[in-house]
C-alpha cells in the first residue's frame, strides 16, 4: 500500500472520532506488518490481536489504545491483508507461522491470543502446528471452527455456505472486488450499525486486493478445527455477538461443550465484531486477563 509506515490509522467509533497511536511497523518473517502499542511490564501479559478476513491490523484500534496503556499490543496485518499483502504465502497455515515466528522474535511468553473471525482460524492454526506453551489465554471472538456447512455441520456460516457455493462466490469474488466490500462490512455488524462505523469498515475493506482475498478465502474455508478443540488446555473466551449475522451463537455453545476451559462472553449490542461494537467491555475481558501471578 501506498501509504507511509507512520500513518496512523484512524479509527472511527459510536459519536465520536480516535486515532490509533503513531508507531513504526515491526517486520518479521519477511514483510509481516505488525502494529505496537505499549511495552511490556512485569507481572502483565503481551496481547497479539489477529484480525477477520478483508480487514486489518489497524481494527483493533481501540483495544491497542486502551490496552496499550498497560502492556505491550501487537496487532499484525496477516498475509494478504494490509500493508502484509505481498507476502507470497497466502493461507492459514502461513499466518499461523508467522505469528508463531513473531512470538518467537519477540520471546513472548503468557500471551494473551485474541482471534477475530479468520484470526481465529489463525489462532487454532498456530496451536495444531506449534503447541500452547507460549500462551496463556485463547479469546475465539464470533467464529465457528468450520467455516463451511455440510451433511456434518451446520454451524458455519449463517447463510448455509457449502462448498458447491463457495465456488460460486470466489469466483464472484475477483470479478466483482471492491463492490462486495459494503456488503461485506455491513455484514460483519449488527443490522442496525453506527453509520460512521460502518463507513469507516467499508472504506477500509474496499483498500484490500481482491486476489489475496481469495487466496486466504480458500484456504480459510479449507479448515476444520473441530478435532483440534478438545485438545486445547489453556483457558478459552468464546465472544459473540447477539446479533451477529455471520454465526449462530450456537457455533460459541458447541465449542463451549468441547473445550475443556472455555466460558461464554455475549454481547448484547453486537455482530460479528464486538471489538469494534462495544469495545469499552470487549477491552475489559482482556483487561481480566492480563494479570500473570506466576511473574
Request: glycine share 8%; proline share 6%.
Amino acid at each position: 500500500m501506498a501509504r507511509s509506515a507512520l500513518c496512523p490509522v484512524r479509527l472511527l467509533l459510536p459519536g465520536r472520532h480516535r486515532r490509533a497511536a503513531e508507531v513504526p511497523p515491526v517486520n518479521t518473517n519477511g514483510s509481516l506488518h505488525v502494529r505496537r502499542a505499549g511495552r511490556l511490564r512485569p507481572g502483565v501479559r503481551p496481547i497479539v490481536l489477529l484480525h477477520g478476513w478483508s480487514c486489518h491490523g489497524g481494527f483493533f484500534g481501540p483495544q491497542m489504545e486502551s490496552l496499550g496503556r498497560e502492556t505491550l499490543v501487537l496487532a499484525p496485518d496477516l498475509p494478504g491483508h494490509g500493508r502484509s499483502s505481498e507476502m507470497r504465502a497466502r493461507t492459514i497455515e502461513a499466518a499461523a507461522d508467522a505469528i508463531h515466528a513473531l512470538l518467537v522474535a519477540e520471546d513472548l511468553q503468557e500471551v494473551v491470543v485474541v482471534g477475530w473471525s479468520m484470526g481465529a482460524l489463525v489462532a487454532w492454526s498456530m496451536i495444531e502446528r506449534h503447541g500452547e506453551d507460549r500462551l496463556a489465554a485463547l479469546v475465539i471472538e464470533d467464529m465457528s471452527p468450520k467455516v463451511l456447512n455440510g451433511p456434518d455441520w451446520a454451524l458455519g456460516t449463517r447463510n448455509g455456505l457449502d462448498a458447491a457455493r463457495n465456488k460460486v462466490f470466489m469466483r464472484a469474488l475477483v470479478a466483482q472486488w471492491p463492490r462486495l466490500a459494503g456488503a461485506t462490512a455491513r455484514r460483519c455488524l449488527r443490522k442496525d450499525p453506527d453509520p460512521e462505523l460502518a463507513s469507516w469498515m467499508e472504506n477500509e475493506i474496499r483498500k484490500a486486493d481482491g486476489e489475496a482475498l481469495c487466496e486466504m478465502w480458500a484456504s480459510l474455508t479449507q479448515q476444520d478445527f473441530r478435532p483440534l478443540l478438545p485438545r486445547l488446555t489453556l483457558p478459552v473466551v468464546l465472544a459473540c455477538g447477539t446479533d451477529s449475522q455471520l454465526y449462530d451463537a450456537e457455533a460459541a455453545l458447541w465449542q463451549k461443550k468441547h473445550v475443556a476451559h472455555a466460558r461464554l462472553a455475549t454481547f448484547a449490542n453486537s455482530g460479528h465484531a464486538p471489538h469494534l461494537e462495544e469495545s469499552a467491555l470487549f477491552s475489559q475481558i482482556l483487561r481480566d486477563l492480563l494479570q500473570n501471578n506466576t511473574a
